[in-house]
């Protein structure tokens, strides 16, 4: 197979994805022209949900142990994502807005989400997009929740709801409509033999695949991605 980079946006273009095996990455690529609605989602990319948890042991068998959470900030004035997000609306918003429906996103920005599939189609359209596509429905468990919780963590959710991480619950819980994503597809021949089926339970994966997912997630730093 001649090896070919494409990309993809929207239902009808991604519904088109080839069923061959090769690599995938989403990015972020908003149609909506609201740019504080926009900012808003690139500074939860940019925020590291946790804590940090400290433990002094002492004598007896005492132990000191202390959580904080943990807060990304820029610079000396320490500023917040959201906070920096603003200044460039406020300087150069129609160079953002420019930038974002533009091809550069993919060779400009990290992905969001990067993988290994089998096969194409059913990875990224099947049970990515039209996974996203559903979770957004009034009526799904995940809308439900997060009607209620507003301000939960995709691992809340999953915790709660007892789902597996995948690329649409992180989308989801983000806000990301579907028609705002992107992906950057790479099919290739050279997958090992043993690669194995596209699944979202990682009891599931083969040791080859967990493998090229590992340098995967190493060389190209996703925004998302299993915890």
Known sequence: MQRKQWQFQGGMQIARIPSVPGLYAWYYRP?????????????????????????IQMRYGIRLVSKSPVNVVYGAERESPIDVLNEVIDYAEQ??????????????????????????????????????????????????????????TVQSTMDKLNLYHSFALEARVRKIA????????????????????????????TASRRALEKLLQLVSDPICGRR
């Open 31 to 55: 149609l909506a022209r609201d740019t504080r609605a926009v900012s808003q989602t690139i500074a939860s990319f940019l925020e590291v949900p946790g804590e940090i948890k400290t433990e």
């Open 95 to 152: 160079f953002l807005v420019d930038f974002l429906n533009s091809d550069a996103v993919y060779s400009f920005t990290r992905p969001i989400y990067i993988g290994i599939a089998k096969d194409l189609y059913t990875r990224v359209y099947t049970q990515h997009y039209l996974s996203l596509d559903a979770m957004w429905d009034n009526n799904s468990s995940v809308s439900k929740y997060l009607n209620l919780f507003p301000h939960a």
């Open 178 to 205: 579907p028609r705002d994503l992107m992906v950057h597809i790479f099919p290739t021949n050279s997958f090992p033999s043993d690669i194995g089926s596209d699944y979202d339970d990682p009891k599931l994966e």
